[in-house]
């Protein structure tokens, strides 16, 4: 993915008037980057904030920052979406890891210096 990665605070989302694919992420108890939800919009303004259908969910879970890859072609963005998706399994996109298992080496992610990973599935969601 050829884009330019943000790194913002959780609201800052409607400050970005153009494409991407957007994570919601918090922080994990190692300091590392987890993402709760992948995304993607023709503009990141419209969707990636208090509107968004999962925004009250992740925000019990600790939603504390949101990661947005600038790209305008429809066709690379929702690909790298998906790819981000299948890749760090977000729990409120239906992913994560079983119970007793560790994410392997395959499934974490290095944007902008930092590590996203799937998280447990034991997080209490029912």
Known sequence: ????ILELGHRDGRFIRAGGVYVF???GAD???EALFVGEAPVIAGVAGPGH??????QQMGLSGLLVVLEADPDRRRRFAREME???MPVLNGGCVPPGGQPDEGRTVRLDGRTHRPLPCDLGLG
């Open 1 to 4: 993915m050829r884009g330019h």
């Open 25 to 27: 992420t918090r922080r």
């Open 31 to 33: 300091d590392r980057t």
């Open 53 to 58: 259908p999962v925004w009250r969910r992740a």
């Open 86 to 88: 299948a890749t760090l």
